[in-house]
């Protein structure tokens, strides 16, 4: 059966291109850029200017609050206005990002503001080459945070358009034109904007921590980015093959290793769950594991990802209206090779080994049927009652995998359920273990990421529901409930004795609204930061 023409796809896909940042001791009068943003907030009598405004305010004569107001701006999060600038600034254009609420005396801004606000302005210059952002930076935490939130704003997926692919070409970047793409009449959507291209920080300090968190910010977008990358690949261009490649490219790019087990491998070794999603599909399933070790190491996690390349549902095919974006389906293993891959570059004193659990569930002749029992990586029969249950499969194998290495701690990342959508949202992603305090801990650490997580139960008496008469289980039970039903099958797949959460960010993983703050439309990276949050606490000490 022809998949997709191999002449027709997008062979060297055209990866983000990475927005540059730099600390500069520029005044915001002074530098040569296309935008100077500024901070302003919500006062009680209307907008005012935020601390690092001071310069530009000064060029309006002290009336930039009054301009603001008159324009109709309050400093509301996520407020965006562009402004002319006045005489006195070598940037033509002033770009006011709203604050939220002025803080109380002696009160500073709050990390996540101050990256939203960051990711806003950084959205509202796409197209443009290089802007100064003079927002209030007080201690190297801001710095961070504006940063990241810079970055990751800045993030434009423009591989299948016609502006994006030739901003790219004309950058000297190598990056290669989509068939039809170059010299195409402009498209419906009038070709697309390239991200800004660089940054310069205005106002802060550039000592040692300020610089060392900018570094730690960059390596944290640019890996979020990376996820974001392989999410938006349509799945005619990211099969688990491809996707194990560009685990392998990534891992020779940043120094660790990446071992892949083919179809014949996976077989070999009875990983029932990988092969008997993958079966219906043309291209063939694949395990992938990363691993990024330091000689100071004391303590080892393992970080296991979803990674349907494409959700179909299988036999119990999806219906129309809920497979569009399920390309998204890989976002746990994105998020896990993204969060080694940082590891590796902020060469963290701890060992971090990935698992990418790679298939597509598609429908065919030789797919797994409704009521086909499977015998898993560990032994244990399944029996499959919906095809559509699919993450779970793929995911019990490669926790039964990680888990034969013993790890400290193990936290499997998938979009597991739309039951955990309807009961959290599409911004929040949930959280379950079989450790209070680990969950617990876990749910602290993502939310000073910047990530919004929710604490989920394990209620035993849902097991009962995956009772099947014929194996050892089902791959679903009761409906009320599913997303924890769902954590309570991966559950049976841990090792004895391993600390083990599971994130279903099934909700955040993909947003299919507008953007806001630093989330883009598309593919978010969503648990990218909150992982790479818990690698850093292990690398100090004990999780729980
Ligand atoms: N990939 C889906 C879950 C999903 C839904 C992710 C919406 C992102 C957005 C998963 O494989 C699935 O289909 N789950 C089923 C399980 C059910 C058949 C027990 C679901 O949630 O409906
Ligand atoms: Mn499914
Ligand atoms: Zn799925």
Known sequence: ??????????????????????????????????????????????????PGAEAVDEAYGGKLGAVLEALGASGGEGEVTKLPAPDGLKAPVVVAVGLGALPEKGDAYDTETL?????????????????????????????????????????????????????????????????????????????????????????????????????????????????RDLINLPSNDLDPTGFAAAAQQAGKEHGFKVAVTDEKALAKGGYGGLLGVGQGSQTPPRLVRLEHRHPKATQTIALVGKGITYDSGGISLKPAGHNETMKCDMSGAAAVLSAVSAAARLNLPVNV???????????????????????????????VLNTDAEGRLVLADALTKASEEKPDYMIDVATLTGAMVLALGNRTFGIMANDDAFRTRIHMLAEAAGEQSWPMPMPPELKKGMESPIADIANMGERMGGGL???????????????????????????????????????????????????????HGDLV
């Open 1 to 50: 059966m022809p998949r997709t023409p191999p002449e027709t796809r997008t062979r060297e896909w055209i990866l983000t291109t990475v927005t540059a940042l730099t600390l500069s001791s520029s005044s915001a009068t002074g530098l040569r850029a296309d935008a100077v943003v500024v901070g302003v907030a919500k006062g009680p009598k209307g907008p005012v200017p935020a």
């Open 115 to 227: 990256r939203r606000a960051a990711g806003s302005a950084a959205r509202a210059l796409a197209g443009a080459k290089k802007a100064a952002f003079a927002l209030p930076l007080d201690v190297a935490d801001d710095t961070a945070a504006v940063a990241e939130g810079a970055l990751l704003g800045a993030y434009a997926f423009n591989t299948y358009r016609d502006g994006g692919a030739d901003a790219a070409a004309a950058d000297g970047k190598g990056a290669k034109a989509t068939k039809g793409g170059k010299g195409a009449k402009a498209r419906a959507n009038g070709g697309a904007k390239a991200a800004l291209a660089e940054i310069a920080l205005l106002g802060g300090k550039r000592d040692k921590a300020h610089r060392a968190a900018v570094e730690r910010a960059a390596v944290l977008a640019e890996e979020v980015n990376r996820a």
């Open 353 to 383: 080994t990935g698992w990418l659990a790679l298939a597509e569930n598609m429908p065919s002749g030789s797919a797994t049927r409704p009521g086909d029992v499977l015998r898993m990586y560990s032994g244990k029969t399944v029996e």
């Open 485 to 539: 039903v769902a954590g309570l099958f991966l559950e049976e797949f841990v090792g004895e004795g391993i600390t083990w959460a599971h994130l279903d960010i099934a909700g955040p993983a993909f947003n299919s609204s507008g953007p806001f703050g630093y989330t883009p439309k598309g593919g978010t990276g969503s648990a990218v930061r909150t992982l790479v949050a818990i690698a850093e606490e292990a690398a």
